[in-house]
């Protein structure tokens, strides 16, 4: 083993300490009063129930910390709190709202009251539809609204919504988790110096496998 | 208002720290010249004044990007796409204090600092070569150079040996080799590139390496080192890894002991005497406390970019220049060029998936003009364009299909993704009378200056151009066995390449242009104007290395011209 493989080794350990067992045990035991209990500053209360279920599916805690560990419904929710425009308010806004609709039209209850395998059947229908299905499924929203006239005071497709939403957070979810200290310094390949550039190496000698983080 | 008169007569003054400016300070200064130097910004001090050079995404709280109410102070500044963010949008001026008009959208790009532009420049160096300064005289559009290749190769070698150019000699008579340090490297696909266009093209085109403004190698250079490979220039570089104003030519200036350096000093005018036919000084407001100054010296060079000097040309009225100091023909403001660029093909490669890089190469290739190098082609577009690009792994968004969510997600998007490559176009732009910018004096600033409103577009020329890029990347791509091969045109608005040239150009008569071959004003020889307004035609190379080599040259010309008070 090299210097640099020792020292890249020592980072990851020092990485795996911050998340030992004791620490995911605590964070698992008060994680359902957590998620109950959050008061969202963007989207309503049970929106913001919602979204950390469905973060929960989309990236849940493995040998790696999970969107709980690195509070990313919390990031989403003052991101569009304090950064976006008006009209992605509104839009995800509105979105939520519409995933709402759908879970109760799926389950026949609040999503406030849904269950994690709830949360887990009713993601995997839209983000795993085939291309075909999902094309479908805009199309739904197309023809319900005309987009020169968009009437306020009609709702968006309950299924066009949630798959728009479910992609939108997704696509956050995976931005906020990469750029997290957490997992760049210590999941992916944290290289803030690299002194040089090796054009064309093995993958697995370069960041052992592992994607530069910045 | 009563002026204040400053008392010392410098032997010169310089107006800005930029690209030009550095130079022109360091020159004047190590010439034994006194020298003022006068920044309208504020002051930056090398790595002292880089906040956010070690920044990570997770130092901010939303990774860099700005709140709304940040964003709408720089809304045309923002027109790049990249730069305004927490880690570099300090560099660039705020919209509502320094506005400007647009009767056809101008993107002007700028930063008010010591430094200027030289902080957040893209590094790219290229020479002109005689293609380039015979272009005019051959097809007509504009005048012609007053000068040729050798007149200005020994000034590009002088400031290529000083700020370190890494790049590889190619031998090309369009594109000159300059005093290279070792070059980068190119990646798996980027080589995989090069070496199919040299199997599939005859027409003289070829794949390299970006030549480019940082320190490779063993050489030494003053207070800077190597470049790390980092890829965060834009912030400004802890270990003068690339050249700016600020780690090279103000320190080599400041060291000589002739340089008083004056930020927040507004230039608003060229102050002249008829008499001695001669220009005495500059009339500087301060940006802070707005008193006027009147500073005198025996030589001024104006060197406060492109724009920003022709509007001190402009505002430099007197019964003897009506329209502007050095106006006599007409042209100051007009033949306004930038290069047009955003036109290309963009593509994915299938292969080399156990293959990787080590560091963020600040760098890409580059693929030398091959387009009307010879009078017979008979193309319907005259003059070229270069290709500048490169091939990367791409993130996350290739592993949609297989990992929706979930482990396999997570797992998914720590790993690289797929080779993707592209090739974008760097178009010469023709240097067109009615392109143009002017001044409204209704409109003035805080300060009492009138704005700048801009007035240019791109013409057939540059649109059939396009076409040509586009589909000439597209074939290369193709025969290159890349997939998914997209080409793309998303032209924009003239200023966007960041290479505003042209307003007070260089040429052989006084009825038609600005500048002569010294850069200086014809009919007032001790006003020498070196950023890029001197710029006769734009070539298809990025400008800065011109620039540095004519301000050397030109401090040389006013060396040997002027004399100093103590001579």
């Given amino acids: 083993m090299n210097r640099r493989q020792a020292l890249r080794n020592l980072g990851l350990g020092a990485g ?177 110096i690299p002194g040089e550039y090796i054009p064309c190496g093995s993958i697995d000698d370069l960041g052992g496998g592992k994607a530069m983080s910045l | 208002m009563s002026n204040f008169y400053e008392s010392e007569i410098y032997d010169a003054i310089v107006v800005g720290t930029g690209i030009s400016g550095g130079w022109a300070a360091k020159e004047l200064t190590e010439k034994g010249f006194k020298t003022l130097v006068l920044e309208r910004g504020r002051m930056v001090k090398h790595i002292e004044d880089y906040p956010t050079m070690n920044d990570d995404p997770w130092d901010y709280k939303f990774k860099g990007q700005l709140t709304p109410e940040e964003r709408a102070r720089q809304k045309k500044q923002s027109r790049t796409g990249y730069t305004i963010n927490k880690a570099s949008a300090h560099w660039f001026v705020d919209d509502i204090k320094h506005p400007y008009n647009e009767e056809k959208r101008f993107d002007w790009m700028r930063g008010y600092h010591v430094g200027g532009r030289s902080l957040m420049w893209g590094r790219q160096t290229y020479r002109l070569s005689d293609l380039d300064f015979t272009a005019n005289k051959k097809d007509g559009y504009g005048v012609d150079w007053p000068i040729r290749y050798k007149d200005i190769a020994p000034w590009y070698d002088y400031v290529e040996s000083f700020i370190g150019v890494s790049g590889e000699k190619l031998g090309l008579s369009q594109l000159p080799d300059g005093k290279f340090l070792p070059q980068m490297q190119l990646n798996c696909v980027e080589d995989h590139l090069k070496s199919k266009i040299a199997e599939n093209f005859d027409d003289g085109r070829l794949l390299t390496i970006g030549r480019v403004a940082h320190i490779t190698g063993n050489k030494e250079f003053e207070g800077r080192s190597n ?88 505002q430099s009225k007197s019964d003897r220049f009506e329209n502007g100091l050095g106006n006599d023909s007409g042209e100051l403001g007009h033949n306004l060029m930038d290069h047009h660029f955003r036109a290309g093909a963009s593509a994915k490669y299938d292969g080399f998936e156990d293959k990787y890089y080590k560091g963020r190469r600040p760098n890409g290739i580059y693929l030398p003009r091959f387009r009307n190098l010879k009078n017979n082609e008979n193309r319907d577009f005259i003059r070229g364009y270069g290709y500048q690009g490169g091939a990367g792994r791409g993130n996350w968004t290739e592993a949609i299909a297989e990992a929706s969510y979930g482990k396999e997600l997570k797992e998914a998007i720590v790993k690289p993704g797929g080779w993707t490559m592209g090739l974008m176009g760097f178009g010469e732009t023709l240097p067109y009378h009615e392109n143009k ?67 007070a150009r260089m040429g052989r008569d006084p009825k038609t242009s600005v500048l002569n071959g010294n850069n200086q004003v014809h009919t007032v020889p001790n006003v020498y104007v070196t950023d890029g307004s001197f710029m006769t035609s734009a070539g298809c190379q990025n400008p800065s290395l011109t620039y540095m080599a004519m301000t050397a040259r030109a401090a040389d010309h006013a060396a040997k011209n002027f004399k100093k008070s103590n001579a």
């Avoid at chain 1, 698992?28 to 009063?33: I, R």
């Avoid at chain 2, 040509?468 to 003239?494: C, H, S």
Wanted: aromatic share 8%; hydrophobic share 35%.
């Fill in chain 1, 16 to 192: 795996a300490i911050i998340i030992g067992p004791t620490t995911l045990n605590l964070l698992q035991s008060c994680k359902s009063d957590a998620q109950h209990t959050w008061k969202p500053v963007f989207l309503s209360a049970s929106n913001g129930f919602a979204l950390k279920q469905i973060l929960e599916v989309i990236l849940p805690k493995t040998d790696t910390p999970g969107a709980e560990d690195l509070n990313i419904a919390e990031f989403i929710d003052s991101y569009m709190n304090e950064i976006v425009s008006e009209d992605r308010k509104q839009n995800f806004n509105e979105s939520a709202n519409a995933f709402s609709r759908a879970f109760k039209n799926e389950f026949n209850k609040e999503e406030a009251e849904g269950t994690a395998e709830e949360y887990e059947q009713i993601v995997g229908k839209y983000l795993k539809a085939t291309p075909a299905e999902k094309e479908k499924i805009v199309k739904r929203n197309t023809e319900t609204q005309d987009p020169q006239d968009k009437d306020p005071g009609i709702e968006i497709d309950p299924d066009a919504g949630s798959l728009a939403y479910l992609q939108e957070v997704r696509g956050l979810a995976i931005w906020a988790y990469k750029t997290s200290e957490e997992i760049g310094e210590n999941v992916m390949w944290y290289d803030p």
């Fill in chain 2, 227 to 314: 470049c790390q490979y980092r890829n965060r220039c834009i912030r400004g570089c802890p270990y003068g890894g690339y050249f700016s104003s600020n780690s090279s030519t103000l320190p080599a200036a400041e060291k000589t002991g002739n340089m008083t350096l004056r930020p927040n000093s507004i230039v608003s005018e060229v102050v002249y005497d008829a008499d001695k036919k001669r220009a005495t000084g500059v009339k500087v407001i301060d940006a802070e406390t707005k008193e006027e100054i009147v500073y005198k010296a025996n030589v001024i060079f104006l060197c406060a970019s492109t724009v920003a000097s022709t509007s001190i040309l402009m």
């Fill in chain 2, 437 to 503: 910018m002017y001044l409204d004096q209704d409109k003035k600033d805080e300060w009492g200056l009138p704005t700048v409103t801009f007035n240019a577009e791109f013409k057939e020329n540059e649109l059939k151009m396009r076409k040509d890029m586009i589909e000439q990347a597209v074939d290369m791509l193709e025969k290159g066995g890349f997939r998914d091969v997209q080409g793309y045109d998303n032209i924009g608005a003239p200023g966007l390449g960041i290479h505003e040239m042209g307003t």
